[in-house]
């Protein structure tokens, strides 16, 4: 009796000390070593989560920075869930003690770079997913410490360039998914270290051609998804992938592929051709293992020049879906119901050109380095960081594809200033005190992408600053001193997709300022002085996606600025001092708007009709740290994932009812606490007593049944259902 006693004694103690370290706001369940801090306020990591956690879900708070060595209190951590957490950059050594870790999702973040050591310390992880972020560049050897990794996730992030063994140290991947990014550059030995991948995703890119020389590397890789890419023709011999079974080259702009395309690729099962520009396929050579071959959507001309395929398809014994687009008479006569006789010839077309295909290769630069620097020829890098240079350099090998000349004193970059090299990618000018990009200082760069500027001293961009690098995307202009945006330079930049003009001085966005950027696709300016956006300032930007415009001095919605941006998807406004939002301030916006930030502005009021238009499509919505005591009608938003309503200081009478049926509903954590009346104040607007006097009020109608009862009855039906008390080894902070 008196052993027994002591172990209960133990254990209730046990359960106090876990329920003590329970941080707020979030729930320890203490049997399963499980904690959640879902859709709360927290800013940093807190510091008392138990120390034998092994699954922590942190999911929709604000950290904005993961710093090194943050979960060093959790070492047991085996699963860690850190989406929507706001996260811009993680520190080197962020992970580090997390050594059992398998599992690590950062979807939907900020992140734009990797480092070498943002991910040092997960030497178990498992699977690693960085979906929907803004990574647009990965320095080789971020994933050197990942030797356990089977599942890397990097879809919908802005990757543009992939350079040489920036997979290097994944020995065991099994799955790459890299699907809607705008890749239309890949190192030839990007894949080399991979031996153990199955299963690529480069789907929803800007691939122009087939990579074949890189994807030679992966002589283990079954399954292949290129579908959804400016593809144009499959030339000979262009895939040698060995163990190849499934290739998905759908929804592409294919006009032509050539007999032995995949003659080096024999294990092919399933060709999917689905959704191009095919009048025909010639016979293939060398797939004596093909199964299906998908050409659904294309237009066949099912003349005499099909019938050697037709014939092929029937003595390969390869099943063929698709249908006859022309002539007229056999138009949706299905493949496979076609005889040779009914195939015949009005004209010939002409075969395509071979000589007017891209070229595919380079020769290898020569293996010179200027004094001082540093270069790769494995990685094709160059880089003379923090030397105290006055001068840009020259004399790079003439295949180096990244230059890194950040924290030089240069001040200015003259014309001409790195002659031949064709092949760069990625040029890093950050922090050299420049103050003047000369006309023509890019001339050469045929083949760049990323620029990086960031934290220079310039205010103003002569017209012809970008001439001869016709193919930058990405142009990060952010801390400097632009007063406005330089206008006239992005009409040498067609291909521009992302601007990042954060943190200047700029004070208004004017007619023209954007001329020429038809392209972009993403729009930076939070952190400048923005008083005023002219109604045609955007028009130039008709495929616009994001647009950040926080942390800026607008008094109101931009609303007539946002007409005929038919593709913006997130619009993040937090930070103005706009204190109303008026009738149909999203309208123009609203077939596609899924991301609106109204956060942290001192809104004092909305208009009844400020949503109109939005409805499903919204999946977040931030309206946390305002000052309006009601919010128009949102039933509308059935697609939502978050929505942020904290420190609102809801006035909890009659008006507000609406609102309480509709939270109520949610499953979600939306954060509503009422400011008044007096009664009320500081309680959840879900729990709230003041709606029971409201007219209308029922026990019986959804979303009104009183709160203490429906508690009472959900922890009885859990009881029954599992025969034993639902707090054991459960503990919630109150917060």
């Not at 690590?104 to 498992?126: C, T």
């Not at 006055?390 to 990244?402: A, C, H, K, V, Y």
């Not at 309208?587 to 009709?609: C, K, T």
């Not at 954060?671 to 003041?690: N, R, Y």
Request: charged share 20%.
């Amino acid at each position: 009796m008196g052993p027994s006693w002591g172990l209960l004694l133990l254990a209730a103690a046990l359960r106090a000390t876990a329920a003590a370290r329970c941080p707020a706001p979030c729930v320890c369940d203490n049997l399963r070593a499980h904690v959640l801090c879902l859709n709360g306020s927290l800013t940093a990591i807190p510091d008392t989560i138990p120390e034998r956690t092994r699954e922590l879900d942190l999911r929709g708070n604000s950290f904005m920075v993961i710093p090194a060595r943050a979960f060093l209190a959790t070492p047991y951590l085996t699963h860690l869930d850190l989406q929507r957490c706001k996260v811009e950059r993680l520190e080197e050594g962020a992970f580090r003690g997390l050594g059992r870790l398998v599992y690590l999702n950062l979807a939907s973040n900020g992140i734009v770079l990797l480092y070498q050591e943002s991910l040092d310390g997960l030497s178990s992880l498992q699977q690693l997913i960085l979906e929907g972020n803004r990574i647009e560049e990965i320095q080789p050897g971020a994933f050197g410490h990942l030797g356990s990794l089977t599942v890397l996730d990097l879809r919908a992030n802005a990757l543009v360039y992939l350079p040489d063994m920036v997979f290097q140290g994944l020995q065991v991947l099994r799955w790459l998914r890299l699907s809607h990014n705008a890749l239309h550059v890949l190192g030839t030995e990007a894949f080399a270290a991979l031996p153990a991948l199955r299963r690529l995703s480069l789907d929803h890119n800007e691939l122009q051609a087939l990579p074949g020389e890189a994807l030679a590397r992966l002589d283990g890789a079954t399954w292949l998804d290129l579908g959804h890419n400016p593809i144009t023709y499959v030339a000979e011999e262009a895939l040698a992938m060995a163990s190849l079974r499934h290739l998905f080259l759908d929804h592409a702009s294919l006009q032509d592929v050539a007999p032995d395309a995949f003659a080096h690729s024999p294990q092919l099962r399933i060709l999917d051709l689905r959704e191009n520009q095919l009048q025909g396929l010639p016979p293939l050579a060398g797939v004596g293992g093909l199964v299906r071959v998908s050409l659904d959507g294309n237009p066949l001309l099912c003349s005499c020049l099909l019938r050697p395929f037709h014939k092929w398809l029937a003595r390969a014994r390869v099943q063929a879906e698709g249908a006859c687009a022309a002539p007229p008479i056999l138009r949706g006569r299905s493949l496979d119901s076609l005889k040779s006789p009914e195939m015949r010839c009005s004209r010939l077309r002409s075969p395509p050109n071979p000589t007017a295909l891209p070229e595919q290769s380079r020769a290898a630069g020569s293996r010179q380095c200027p004094q001082g620097c540093v270069c790769s020829p494995d990685f094709h890098h160059g880089s003379c960081e923090n030397r105290n240079l006055q001068e840009i350099p020259r004399g790079f090998p003439e295949d180096t594809r990244l230059l890194d000349l950040s924290r030089n004193p240069f001040r200015t970059v003259p014309a001409d200033a790195f002659p031949g090299l064709k092949e760069l990618v990625s040029l890093h000018l950050q922090r050299c005190s420049i103050r003047v990009l000369q006309p023509g200082a890019l001339r050469g760069l045929e083949s760049l992408v990323y620029l990086y500027l960031t934290d220079n001293h310039l205010s103003s961009l002569a017209a012809a600053a970008f001439e001869g690098a016709p193919q930058l995307a990405y142009l990060d202009l952010e801390h400097n001193a632009f007063t406005r945006v330089p206008a006239g330079t992005f009409r040498l930049l067609p291909n521009l997709i992302s601007l990042h003009l954060q943190h200047n001085a700029i004070g208004e966005l004017a007619e023209g300022d954007l001329a020429g950027a038809r392209g972009l696709r993403w729009l930076y300016l939070a952190g400048n002085a923005i008083r005023h956006i002219a109604p045609a300032a955007l028009a130039p930007t008709k495929m616009l996606e994001k647009l950040q415009l926080e942390g800026n001095h607008l008094t109101e919605v931009p609303t007539a600025a946002l007409w005929g941006l038919h593709a913006l998807s997130e619009l993040k406004l937090s930070r103005n001092p706009i204190k109303h939002i008026g009738d149909s301030a999203f309208l123009p916006v609203a077939s596609s708007l899924q991301h609106l930030y109204l956060d942290n502005m001192g809104l004092e009021r909305i208009s009844p009709h400020a949503f109109t238009g939005l409805g499903p499509k919204i999946r977040s919505l931030y309206l946390e740290s305002n000052k309006m005591s009601n919010i128009p009608d949102m039933s509308n938003f059935t697609g939502l994932e978050i929505l942020n309503l904290q420190d609102v200081p809801f006035h909890c009478d009659c008006q507000l009812l609406p609102l309480r049926r509709w939270i109520n509903k949610l499953n979600l954590r939306v954060g509503a606490t009422c400011g008044s009346p007096a009664e009320a104040k500081g309680l959840k607007v879900k729990l709230s007593t003041t709606f029971q006097t409201c007219p209308g009020w029922g026990q019986g109608k959804p979303g009104e049944t009183n709160p203490n009862k429906t508690k009472a009855a959900s922890k009885s039906s859990k009881k029954k259902r599992s025969g034993k008390s639902p707090a054991r080894g459960f503990s919630k902070s109150r917060a």
